[in-house]
């Protein structure tokens, strides 16, 4: 560990405060708590508020995977695991189930989560209601009041305009039943991932200053229609790299005449996969 | 609950701004199926007076009260926000002047309508599409004009179409702020005979501000002048109109221009 740095970079009054916002967090699902967000040494949108709680709730014993778009060899992913095992000076894996703590933006690892694991959000845009209701005061109340007619009339809109609920990310979920959340930019297909999750997740906005959570077994419901319910995106073909049919697929053009190669975003599922097919 | 109990009870409202501007000691009665029309030059207090009451400003002194679909009283302003906001989106219609105001821009018109049938809870598109569709017939709008937005539409249109989203789910109370301003005399003839027959059917009551003494003979049963805040005339709107009393009031309406 280098020196000059506290414990995983902040220091520990901020990680307290932090830590309060967390618990607060934990005891109202769904519910944004405020607070005080910490210049990070890295450009807002790049996940500084995921961050900001994996430095609060990582210790010394902590196994840390990171992953962006599924994946754990992007830009994002290895320079926040660098980050944390040059200030934190803990353990760093690429395996779902090794980790304790991962830290996501993007994705829901393929394989299932376990309890004592903790997955980290990175979130940029918090508020579910921003694009209906632009005042930050009506949609407190919103909130306060469970008033979230207008989350239907966005679905409302997609099947007016698409004809099917087109809204394929960021996908508003309903929280034990109470408060409407924004599950950050995961695609749909990982909504019900979220739904009585075994895991801690744990929701950061830093440019925002929010921190959400959804405590294990919660439950998570997506929002539909009576005649127009909720589904998943579905492929034609499986992972041409390990053959999965049932896990999120990215589409990769390979060359300059448009040839597509549908593969796992999920590199770590991937590769388990193939070694355990070979 | 019988014919005689007024569903709305207004006493002594008064709302000044800074000692100021605003209504002053303003009351009056409103019962089921009657219009009840406030007229006044700009500044008199109409806009504030209207605000007051539907919820929207919290007066300086007096009560509103509102007779519920339960036969109780309740006082506006005393009652509980979420109770409130049920009442904005049940029992209650609030057409403003600026279809701006009162309509969402940026989805298409089925959904504005739809939009208080989903506050209250319908969650089937279908059935919600399907009332959209009828309301939008109801208030003369092609159907076909279900899914654009109402940036496209004309300014009558974009005025019916706020009425369509206010009457879907049956409101009892519709305030209207000056719901012809802005419109040329074609559209307005075809919008007041709208909404004569929609208060008729619906059998609603209604608190209309306007600075049109045409609209105001055509639309309220009852009139309510204003000046400086005070209401000093009230009466049948044919009594006031043909025999004002008070020097303002004969002002007012010799002052309108003969067509």
Same mark, same amino acid.
């Given at each position: 560990m280098p020196e000059g740095y506290n414990f995983a970079y902040l220091d520990e009054q901020t990680k307290r405060m932090i830590r309060r916002a967390l618990l607060k967090a934990v005891a109202i699902p769904g519910y944004q708590v405020p607070?005080?967000?910490? $210049?990070?040494?890295?450009?807002?949108?790049?996940?500084?508020?995921?961050?900001?709680?994996?430095?609060? !709730?990582?210790?010394?014993?902590?196994?840390?995977?990171v992953i962006d778009q599924g994946s754990d060899d992007t830009t994002n992913a290895v320079s926040i695991r660098r980050f944390f095992s040059k200030t934190a000076g803990v353990a760093t894996t690429e395996r779902t189930i090794d980790a304790t703590i991962i830290q996501t933006r993007h994705r829901i690892p $393929?394989?299932?989560?376990? $309890?004592g694991q903790i997955l980290?959000?990175? !979130?940029?845009?918090?508020?579910p209601l921003r694009w209906m209701e632009p005042r930050e005061t009506e949609t407190r109340k919103m909130h306060a009041l469970a008033d979230y007619g207008v989350m239907h009339v966005k679905l409302y809109e997609d099947i007016a305009r698409f004809g099917c609920i087109a809204t394929s990310y960021n996908y508003p979920v309903l929280v034990h039943h109470r408060y409407v959340m924004a599950p950050s930019p995961i695609p749909k297909f990982d909504n019900p991932k979220m739904d009585r999750m075994p895991a801690l997740q744990l929701f950061g906005a830093g440019r925002e200053k929010r921190i959400y959570a959804v405590p294990p077994y919660t439950s !998570?419901?997506?929002?539909?229609?009576?005649?127009?319910?909720?589904?998943?995106?579905?492929?034609?073909?499986?992972?041409?790299?390990?053959?999965?049919?049932?896990?999120?697929?990215? $589409? !990769?053009?390979?060359?300059?005449?448009?040839?597509?190669?549908?593969?796992?975003?999920?590199?770590?599922?991937?590769?388990?996969?193939?070694?355990?097919?070979? | 609950m019988t014919y005689s109990d007024p569903i709305l009870t207004v006493q002594a409202i008064s709302k000044r701004f800074m000692g100021r501007g605003g209504c002053v000691d303003v009351g009056f009665d409103l019962w089921p199926g009657e219009v009840l029309g406030i007229v006044g030059e700009s500044g008199s207090g109409k806009t504030t007076l209207l605000n007051c009451l539907s919820g929207r400003t919290t007066p300086d002194e007096g009560v509103v009260l509102y007779r519920g679909r339960d036969g109780e009283m309740a006082d506006l302003h005393a009652m509980s926000e979420p109770r409130r906001r049920l009442l904005m989106r049940t029992d209650w219609g609030i057409v403003h002047q600026n279809p701006r105001d009162g309509l969402r821009f940026g989805v298409s018109a089925g959904a504005n309508i739809g939009e208080r049938l989903m506050a209250v809870g319908a969650r089937h598109y279908g059935a919600i599409r399907g009332t959209a569709a009828d309301w939008l017939g109801r208030v003369e709008i092609d159907g076909l004009r279900i899914d654009d937005r109402p940036s496209t539409f004309s300014g009558g249109m974009q005025q019916r179409l706020q009425i369509a989203r206010n009457?879907?789910?049956?409101?009892?109370?519709?305030?209207?702020?000056?719901?012809?301003?802005?419109?040329?005399?074609?559209?307005q003839a075809r919008l007041l005979d709208l909404l004569r027959r929609l208060v008729r059917e619906m059998h609603l009551a209604c608190v209309i501000v306007t600075h049109d003494l045409g609209v105001a003979r055509l639309l309220a049963h009852r009139l309510m002048v204003m000046k400086e805040g005070r209401v000093i005339e009230s009466g049948l709107t044919d009594q006031v109109l043909d025999d004002p009393h008070h020097p303002y009031t004969q002002l007012l309406v010799s002052s309108v221009l003969p067509a």
């Open positions: 607070f005080a967000s910490r $210049e990070m040494p890295l450009p807002y949108g790049w996940g500084t508020g995921g961050i900001q709680v994996t430095a609060s !709730v990582i210790g010394p014993g902590d196994i840390l995977k $393929e394989h299932p989560l376990h $309890e980290v959000y990175q !979130v940029p845009i918090p508020e !998570v419901k997506s929002l539909d229609f009576e005649d127009y319910p909720f589904e998943i995106q579905r492929w034609d073909q499986p992972c041409a790299l390990c053959g999965a049919a049932d896990t999120y697929l990215d $589409e !990769v053009i390979t060359d300059d005449v448009g040839t597509r190669l549908y593969v796992c975003s999920d590199s770590d599922a991937c590769q388990e996969r193939q070694k355990g097919a070979a | 009457l879907v789910n049956g409101p009892r109370l519709v305030f209207m702020d000056e719901p012809t301003g802005g419109l040329d005399v074609s559209v």
